[in-house]
């Protein structure tokens, strides 16, 4: 296990096998969205209450779990780094960033999108919204903070405190729903509990989110792999390494 | 184009899911030109290294 972790975390064996990993995630990640959002929109049965508006669930649960997922993932990989003076793991921390801001735009424009129909309102201040809205923040912060240190090793350390302080929001967006009353509805999928979704509808659900889980996979490796090009400079394995391609 | 047709929440559905390609097609090509751009960069440097 520790020799596979160190193995991955060296550079020449990462850029190697992301190369051949990322079109993988990204063709099964273009099937299962194709088909998601094809089950989504015309083979699960419109709701009794919200008809065919809660269609959205379909784009905006998996881009809302995906802001939470990714920012836990930037965490993980920036506390990696900060512990064990991994570069890698910085470097995956840097890369989550962007991806993670996009999902988290998504997951609240949706989320608007969807509001305004069933809610009669585009925004409330409400404690599952605020959040997220944090959320939001706290990845430009991050983007913002290392953009503004020229040294790599202190923007990497930096940003690396804002991500792992900023992980306390997570919690706090996943249980606002049941913390305080809100408009927002309650978890639609829960790990211990029931779902609150027929099989029918969920299914959709599910392929989505395997779906934009791949993608945040392939497109994770891709910028990483732009960022170790960086964080390699004048090393002899990235000189043969492009020569072999 | 029947097939466009979600009752009252015509609108509000495909704006969601039209929002979202865009979002994800913006995030594969951001990170595929920067793949690109910093690929050439590093080709560039290497060659210059070699002749020096």
Redesign the interface.
């Given at each position: 296990m520790w020799t596979w972790f160190h193995k991955l975390g060296s550079p020449p064996h990462f850029y190697r096998i992301s190369a051949w990993l990322t079109p993988w995630f990204a063709w099964a990640a273009l099937v299962l969205?194709v088909i998601g959002?094809y089950g989504g929109?015309?083979i699960a049965p419109?709701d009794y209450q919200?008809?065919?508006?809660f269609?959205?669930i379909y784009?905006?649960v998996p881009?809302a779990s995906l802001s939470l997922f990714i920012y836990v993932n930037m965490a993980i990989a920036a506390a990696v780094g900060l512990i064990w003076r991994i570069k890698l793991a910085h470097a995956v921390a840097a890369a989550c960033a962007?991806?993670g801001a996009?999902?988290t735009?998504?997951a609240l424009?949706?989320g608007s999108?969807?509001a305004?129909?069933m809610w009669g309102t585009w925004w409330v201040w409400d404690a599952r919204l605020t959040s997220e809205l944090v959320l939001l923040f706290l990845y430009f912060g991050y983007m913002a903070l290392r953009a503004a240190i020229d040294d790599d090793n202190r923007a990497d350390r930096a940003s690396a405190l804002l991500a792992i302080i900023g992980v306390v929001n997570v919690p706090i967006i996943k249980y606002s729903v049941e913390w305080w009353n809100t408009l927002h509805q309650p978890a639609t999928i829960s790990k211990l509990g029931k779902p609150s979704m027929d099989f029918d509808m969920l299914i959709w659900l599910l392929v989505m989110l395997a779906g934009f889980m791949c993608?945040f996979a392939a497109?994770l490796l891709?910028?990483v792999?732009?960022e170790v090009?960086?964080r390699s400079?004048g090393q002899k394995w990235?000189?043969q390494a492009?020569q072999e391609n | 184009m029947e097939?466009l047709d979600?009752?009252?929440?015509?609108s509000?559905?495909l704006?969601?899911?039209s929002?979202?390609l865009v979002?994800?097609v913006?995030?594969?090509l951001?990170?595929?030109s920067?793949?690109s751009s910093?690929?050439t960069?590093?080709?560039r440097?290497?060659a210059s290294e070699d002749k020096t």
């Amino acid at each position: 296990m520790w020799t596979w972790f160190h193995k991955l975390g060296s550079p020449p064996h990462f850029y190697r096998i992301s190369a051949w990993l990322t079109p993988w995630f990204a063709w099964a990640a273009l099937v299962l969205i194709v088909i998601g959002a094809y089950g989504g929109l015309y083979i699960a049965p419109a709701d009794y209450q919200q008809l065919d508006g809660f269609r959205i669930i379909y784009v905006h649960v998996p881009s809302a779990s995906l802001s939470l997922f990714i920012y836990v993932n930037m965490a993980i990989a920036a506390a990696v780094g900060l512990i064990w003076r991994i570069k890698l793991a910085h470097a995956v921390a840097a890369a989550c960033a962007p991806i993670g801001a996009s999902f988290t735009f998504l997951a609240l424009a949706t989320g608007s999108i969807w509001a305004k129909p069933m809610w009669g309102t585009w925004w409330v201040w409400d404690a599952r919204l605020t959040s997220e809205l944090v959320l939001l923040f706290l990845y430009f912060g991050y983007m913002a903070l290392r953009a503004a240190i020229d040294d790599d090793n202190r923007a990497d350390r930096a940003s690396a405190l804002l991500a792992i302080i900023g992980v306390v929001n997570v919690p706090i967006i996943k249980y606002s729903v049941e913390w305080w009353n809100t408009l927002h509805q309650p978890a639609t999928i829960s790990k211990l509990g029931k779902p609150s979704m027929d099989f029918d509808m969920l299914i959709w659900l599910l392929v989505m989110l395997a779906g934009f889980m791949c993608f945040f996979a392939a497109v994770l490796l891709t910028r990483v792999r732009a960022e170790v090009l960086v964080r390699s400079r004048g090393q002899k394995w990235l000189k043969q390494a492009l020569q072999e391609n | 184009m029947e097939f466009l047709d979600f009752g009252k929440h015509t609108s509000y559905v495909l704006s969601a899911f039209s929002l979202t390609l865009v979002v994800l097609v913006a995030n594969v090509l951001a990170a595929r030109s920067k793949l690109s751009s910093r690929l050439t960069t590093t080709r560039r440097r290497i060659a210059s290294e070699d002749k020096t």
